[in-house]
């Protein structure tokens, strides 16, 4: 089975500092990764995901995240964080088999600072 | 594209009673559907997994005849809070999936569910 480790489970910047929100998997099989983003009391949307192809995925609000095979990890990356990037941001991992469950991390609630 | 409708947004209960909430795909044919139970500062708890037509698979711990999960067509799941307790209360969120793994994975908003 598979399963999800975010270590920071808070995790405070400073406005316009550059940000890494740690996420690892353990899998026996082939996956797919995701990270997704939860603002108070939302739903979650999708921020980016790795299928296949090239191991840097990038969102249109300026995160990416770099799939490392060899080290099972997917580390979420922003140049530079604005106020409203405050949330708290779940990766999640998904087995590709026939019904492709999807497990989440603990999540990391990130805090940026004026 | 690939939307998931869910609702409704809020509900208050009394202790006892059942609750039903809807999960629907807009704009595409879910043929996966997940339910999903939040905990405050929590993560997501998968409570089960329901393909089109058939059973759900539940996630071990989790009471399926108190968690009633229906996914009657491609676009409509269905989870009822049967009997429900102030413990139930929690954020339920449901996900969909497409025919295509990098189609699905949407999720609905969310649904507070408070027991009183």
């Known amino acids: 089975a598979q399963s999800v480790t975010q270590l920071d489970s808070q995790v405070p910047v400073f406005e316009e500092a550059p940000v890494e929100l740690r996420c690892n998997y353990s899998?026996?099989?082939?996956?797919?990764l995701f990270w997704y983003v939860q603002y108070p009391n939302q739903g979650l949307q999708l921020l980016l995901k790795y299928l296949s192809g090239s191991t840097l995925v990038e969102s249109i609000n300026g995160f990416e995240a770099e799939f490392n095979k060899s080290q099972t990890s997917f580390h979420l990356r922003k140049p530079s964080v604005h106020i409203s990037d405050t949330a708290e941001y779940f990766c999640a991992v998904s087995e590709i088999s026939s019904y492709d469950k999807v497990i989440f991390g603990p999540g990391t609630s990130l805090s940026v600072i004026p | 594209g690939a939307v998931v409708s869910q609702h409704p947004s809020r509900v208050i209960c009394k202790s006892g009673t059942s609750v039903k909430i809807e999960c629907r795909s807009l704009d595409f044919q879910a043929t996966t559907m997940f339910w999903y139970r939040q905990f405050p500062k929590k993560s997501l708890m998968l409570m089960a997994t329901s393909n089109e037509g058939s059973k759900a698979t539940y996630e071990q711990g989790v009471e399926k005849d108190k968690f009633l999960i229906n996914h009657a067509s491609l676009t409509l799941s269905t989870l009822t809070v049967t009997s429900a307790h102030p413990e139930d209360s929690s954020f339920y969120i449901c996900s969909a999936r497409g025919h295509r793994a990098g189609y699905g994975y949407t999720f609905g908003s969310g649904t507070r569910l408070t027991v009183v």
């Open positions: 899998s026996s099989v082939s996956v797919y």
